[in-house]
């Protein structure tokens, strides 16, 4: 019996290892964004394939169901969790106003583009500084490991900018409480919003 239940043990793990193999090969862009599941019925272990519309579907539908909690904070982490787990973007917004992230690869990476035209300009220097708040540096001052400064301590933005243009991108990697307390803070210090309720898109 025992040797029956060590081979059983054998072949999940197999199968767990060939799972991984394979999320990371669809994360990538083959198969025009599948998506590869485990999903466990009783004692029953099954992989189920989704294409990508079906499976953001999904999650927006678990955000939704989760906005009705009476917690904002928790709101925004829980959508950036769901984020991080397959989707491309995630974009909240409130009174006219959003934060985004692009998400694919299971990193969080925000995205503030702004020009001449739109009402975001006037933010510049306010999302920098929010930025520098949270251990932010620009990439180009990013201190190395040969400086008496730790290198670790500090995450990195860059500022695109054409004739048309200009992107802040922050770098959050996993840091999904980071990524929570700064988008909080984007709707409160920098928008001032009010009381409005926060909509949520993934995409």
Same mark, same amino acid.
């Given at each position: ?28 862009g083959e ?36 906005k ?11 959508? #950036? ?83 048309? #243009? ?27 919003s ?7 898109k993934?995409?």
């Open positions: 019996m025992k040797t029956v239940e060590k081979y059983l043990y054998r072949a999940f793990y197999w199968m767990v290892n060939q799972y991984y193999w394979v999320k990371v090969f669809i994360f990538r198969f025009q964004k599948k998506h590869i599941l485990i999903q466990r019925n009783g004692s029953q272990i099954k992989l189920v394939i989704k294409n990508h519309p079906e499976f953001v579907s999904e999650k927006q539908e678990a955000i939704n169901a989760f009705k909690k009476d917690n904002e904070k928790k709101l925004i982490r829980f959508a #950036l969790e769901q984020a991080i787990d397959g989707c491309n973007y995630v974009v909240f917004s409130k009174e006219n106003n959003y934060v985004q992230f692009w998400t694919s690869g299971g990193k969080i990476r925000f995205d503030f583009p702004l020009n001449k035209l739109n009402k975001y300009r006037k933010y510049y220097y306010q999302v920098l500084g929010l930025l520098a708040d949270n251990d932010f540096v620009r990439n180009t001052f990013a201190p190395s490991g040969l400086t008496f400064t730790d290198p670790a301590k500090y995450n990195k933005y860059k500022i695109d900018t054409n004739i048309a #243009l200009t992107t802040i991108e922050g770098y959050f990697g996993k840091m999904i409480d980071k990524a929570t307390d700064f988008t909080e803070l984007m709707f409160k210090e920098i928008y001032k009010k009381k409005e309720r926060l909509e949520i993934v995409g």
